[in-house]
């Protein structure tokens, strides 16, 4: 099983960017597709971008669509999600996650991602 690391949380404030970074061990991270997650205190755990193994296939919720750019670098075992023009609303902890699918599908249910990372805290002051 893959394991996941995310990093590049913080409090930052209102119109600010941000970038976060998880790295994986174990398995090749080409082998799966990541996920970005979040999960603000009192809420369910909420789908934020996904992308392919390859990176040529990317998915984003409407909630951060323009505003996030995800990637990854296969090469360094890396996944990246960088926000910009943050919002108190997206204060949360991010969440990478990591299944094994096959072409360009991206699963947006965080069910069907077996492998997550232990999440970093984002806060964003108004």
């Known amino acids: 099983q893959v394991q996941l690391v995310e990093s590049g949380g913080g409090l930052v404030q209102a119109g600010d960017s941000l970038s976060l970074s998880c790295a994986a061990s174990?398995?090749?991270?080409?082998?799966?597709?990541m996920g970005w997650f979040r999960q603000a205190p009192g809420k369910e755990r909420e789908f934020v971008a996904a992308i392919n193994w390859k990176g040529d296939t990317l998915d984003y919720s409407d909630s951060v669509k323009g505003r996030c750019t995800v990637s990854r670098e296969n090469a360094r075992n890396m996944g990246y999600l960088y926000m910009n023009r943050l919002e108190p609303e997206d204060t949360a902890v991010y969440y990478c996650?990591?299944?094994?699918?096959?072409?360009?599908?991206?699963?947006?249910?965080?069910?069907?991602?077996?492998?997550w990372g232990q999440g970093t805290q984002v806060t964003v002051s108004s």
């Open positions: 174990g398995p090749p991270l080409s082998d799966y597709a």
């Open positions: 996650a990591a299944s094994v699918v096959s072409g360009q599908y991206l699963p947006s249910d965080a069910h069907e991602y077996p492998n």
